[in-house]
């Protein structure tokens, strides 16, 4: 028996469905392309937005809601395109914002949405307010754009305070006057070539409404909100008072993440989304302590969805998923909004690979573990992800299997956080690995033929292309577009908060979900590492791997997910 079933494929015409109804966000499942890493239409080693265009109908078969994607503003690439020089622009290594505007034009023919990354934590400094305000001096009014700050000590010598950059080193350079002299210190919590804008400033909020306003017009469908948690500072930036690099997921309070200001800030730009017709919507990339504090971004009058990356970190163990899936349900009941799911993104290792190891050791690993384990335990994942309530995010290659490529050279690697002597160590860049298309050598149809690729493909990826999974009904390809489609046709599956856990065997999770019209969709994801024998609770629909039929019972393999449907 393959491992799907499903029959309920879209037709290749047929416009999404999710644009055309309301509230198509609270089931939506987007497709997270990094654009660096996606399609390469002009053969030099760099995706860019043509690249993309040309695949819009990949995506649109595969059975995807919305595209998101992260920046393709003009920047001087420090961080990938995280560090903005011009909110207006696209940087040429992607397009014009003439392809911008096709972009949109061609996914809204085809019943796709577009979401587009925006930065308002800082800028580029080669943004034109910062560079003015270092032309000026410290008497420049724009520097109160940014923290600008007097260091300690006799000289000025010593930071303004202990705050550390989430890359590593202090969270503030010094910056030299006009006049060859040591000037003032000015605050990034990322690389230096990112200074924090200072968001209690009317004109920071002013500019950012006018970004906002500007891509809206252009058609795009929401924002990603990249570290929006980060954006208001606790007031006079007290010492943190401990010296190991910050992280972005703490168990606490800190006086430089997830303060209550934030909020304020979100419901102006709530306004603004809702000024336009179509439902566009904000999305937080808000890493907080707790679901309940994510659950705080999400209140009616303020952003549509803040990722779940609880459930990111969450381990493929049964009790620690079961809490976190109950823990994240409970905490957007009282706001209202619809949890999301998410196994991977361009910032941590792939699922395919953090689950080819042993559990506990975090979202960032170099490990390539037991990649058939790995592959097995991901497609079993995301079954059960796809079948939660809500809605998923899906990372461009996991629906190929990708693992991370755990063995670049140093002398390839390009993540700035592997250049710097703390903080994190450039695990980033085995994931943004540009995703195999077609053929057996690289760059297997990310660029032209005999072109190249910006990070180097591993040479056993030919058998992980689309061209190569796409008719294999065992693929992880042919697995996620069943799986897609099913959740598309049935009526019990989607945002409905409607999930009812069943009794399962130590280490099984099975739930139940219920439509109005009485249909039932039941999950059972045998997360052990040996067989187990369950009850066959209807028709089988789907399942991750080959399944034994053993009259009333089913035998589900070590790390498998099945649905069945009964009603």
């Not at 695949?55 to 649109?60: A, E, G, Q």
């Not at 390809?477 to 598309?488: P, S, V």
């Not at 969709?521 to 997360?527: Q, S, V």
Request: charged share 20%; with cysteine.
């Amino acid at each position: 028996m393959t491992q799907h079933l499903a029959t309920t494929d879209r037709p290749a015409d047929a416009p999404a469905d999710a644009a055309r109804r309301a509230d198509w966000w609270r089931d939506a499942v987007i497709y997270q392309v990094y654009p660096r890493s996606f399609a390469d239409a002009n053969g030099d080693g760099m995706g860019d937005l043509p690249g993309i265009r040309s695949r819009l109908p990949y995506l649109r078969d595969l059975g995807v809601d919305a595209v998101w994607l992260s920046p393709f503003y003009a920047s001087p690439q420090a961080d990938a395109g995280y560090d903005v020089a011009d909110y207006r622009a696209v940087d040429p290594m992607f397009g014009t914002l003439a392809d911008a505007d096709h972009l949109i034009a061609d996914a809204h023919d085809l019943g796709l949405r577009i979401i587009v990354d925006l930065v308002p934590n800082h800028s580029s400094d080669q943004h034109e307010w910062f560079q003015q305000a270092l032309r000026e001096g410290p008497a420049s009014p724009l520097r109160e754009r940014y923290h600008f700050r007097p260091g300690k000590g006799d000289s000025g010598e010593v930071p303004p305070n202990d705050w550390e950059s989430v890359f590593g080193g202090p969270a503030w350079t010094r910056t030299e006057n006009p006049d060859g002299t040591p000037g003032d210190w000015y605050l990034h919590l990322f690389a230096p070539e990112q200074p924090d804008f200072n968001w209690e400033h009317p004109a920071v909020r002013e500019e950012f409404h006018a970004i906002l306003r500007f891509w809206l017009d252009r058609g795009v469908d929401g924002f990603r909100i990249d570290v929006a948690h980060g954006l208001v500072k606790a007031a006079g930036l007290p010492d943190l008072g401990a010296h190991d690099p910050m992280k972005l997921l703490g168990t606490g309070a800190t006086p430089c993440f997830d303060q209550d200001g934030v909020h304020e800030i979100y419901r102006t730009w709530r306004t603004i989304l809702d000024e336009y017709p179509g439902q566009r919507i904000g999305v937080a990339e808000a890493w907080t302590p707790t679901a309940r504090r994510t659950a705080d971004y999400v209140r009616p009058d303020e952003l549509h969805q803040a990722f779940n990356f609880q459930y990111l970190a969450s381990s493929w163990q049964a009790g620690a998923l079961r809490q976190v899936i109950d823990e994240s349900l409970e905490a957007m009941r009282p706001v209202g909004a619809p949890t999301t799911w998410v196994l991977s993104n361009h910032d941590v290792t792939r699922h395919a690979t953090r689950f080819a190891n042993e559990p506990g050791l975090g979202t960032q690993i170099r490990l390539a573990g037991d990649r058939e384990l790995g592959l097995r335990r991901a497609r079993a994942a995301s079954l059960l992800m796809l079948a939660l309530p809500g809605s998923a995010y899906v990372y461009q290659g996991e629906e190929l299997g990708l693992p991370d490529v755990t063995d670049l050279p140093d002398e390839v690697r390009q993540d700035p956080s592997y250049f710097r002597a703390a903080g994190q160590d450039g695990f980033r860049d085995g994931c943004r690995v540009p995703i195999p298309w077609s053929g057996s050598e690289a760059p297997y149809g990310f660029g032209p033929e005999g072109g190249r690729s910006w990070l180097p493909q591993p040479a056993e990826w030919a058998h992980l292309s689309v061209e190569a999974q796409a008719g294999d009904p065992t693929s992880t390809l042919e697995l996620y577009r069943a799986a897609l489609a099913f959740r598309r046709a049935h009526p019990a599956l989607g945002g409905a908060d409607n999930l009812t856990w069943q009794d399962a065997p130590d280490g099984v999770l099975s739930f139940e979900r219920t439509s109005p019209d009485g249909s039932v969709l039941r999950c059972t994801a045998n997360i052990t590492g040996h067989p187990v024998t369950v009850p066959s609770p209807g028709e089988l629909a789907l399942a991750s791997e080959p399944l034994t039929q053993d009259g009333p019972h089913t035998v589900l393999p070590a790390d498998t997910t099945a649905w069945w449907t009964t009603g």
